[in-house]
């Protein structure tokens, strides 16, 4: 499996007060456990199981995940903006793997 | 080779497109709501949570009514709330009752801070009303279904 690679649309500045969409994607086969390999053995299942995204270290935004999200989850979602500071985005696997990105948000 | 996965991109692409326009192109809300399918999914959304849930115009579950590929369905929801610290939504779990496994996903939002209105794609395994359970601050727990038909199983 190539590694997962996360992505984010977030506006480089906004005013405050504002509700700023933002986009993320992360690349992941999202594995239900429900598939078979030509062997007739199950694949273990192996999916992102919860995405969070914190604000100047504050959670403002989360998910858990089951399997029914497609490959390559994508989740766009909306946030109240105050102050320039940071978006942290993470993306929690199962087994433990963490993948994550940051972002400086300029608010006028 | 090379031009399936093309045609596929720019499906995926159309398809993003479509879910970001928003709400028009989505004819989720068109289906007629039959008394009988609301009990049916009030029913399927006892026993899958234990919970009783109350059928409320104030979820808007945006998907189209017949989609091509399981693999990938667009879904968007919108929630009208203030999002006060006295009125807002805390949760919204979201269920497809006629997949292998039921649980899709769950958002959690905050007051003052998110506004309820989230999109994603999904997987579905066949046709199905598919339920978007919000629990507000109060506890009261709104419901919305979407009639989706899929061709292909997204579950495979």
Known sequence: MATPTPRVQVPRSATRGEVIEIKTLIEHPMETGLRLDSNGEVIPRKIINEFICRYNGEVVFRTDLHEAVAANPFISFSLRVTTSGRLDFIWNEDFGAVYALNHTLLVD | ?156
């Not at chain 2, 959304?45 to 998907?63: C, D, I």
């Not at chain 2, 899709?104 to 939002?109: G, I, K």
């Not at chain 2, 309820?116 to 629990?135: F, H, K, M, N, Y």
């Open chain 2, 1 to 156: 080779m090379a031009e399936t996965t093309v045609a596929q991109e720019v499906t995926r692409r159309t398809i993003l497109a479509a879910a970001i326009a928003g709400g028009a192109g989505l004819a989720g809300v068109a289906v007629a709501a039959t008394p009988e399918a609301d009990a049916d999914a009030v029913k399927e959304a006892r026993r899958m949570t234990g919970k009783v849930v109350t059928l409320s115009p104030r979820l808007h579950l945006l998907m189209p009514s017949h989609f091509p590929n399981g693999y990938i369905v667009p879904f968007t929801l919108r929630i009208d709330s203030k999002m006060t610290d006295t009125d807002h939504v805390r949760q919204v779990q979201v269920l497809a009752p006629r997949n292998p496994i039921n649980p899709v996903a769950t958002f959690y939002f905050v007051p003052g801070r998110s506004e309820p209105v989230v999109s994603t794609r999904i997987r579905l395994a066949e046709q199905q009303d598919v339920l978007a359970i919000a629990e507000m601050n109060d506890g009261a727990l709104l419901m919305a279904r979407t009639f989706v038909e899929v061709e292909t199983n997204g579950c495979k």
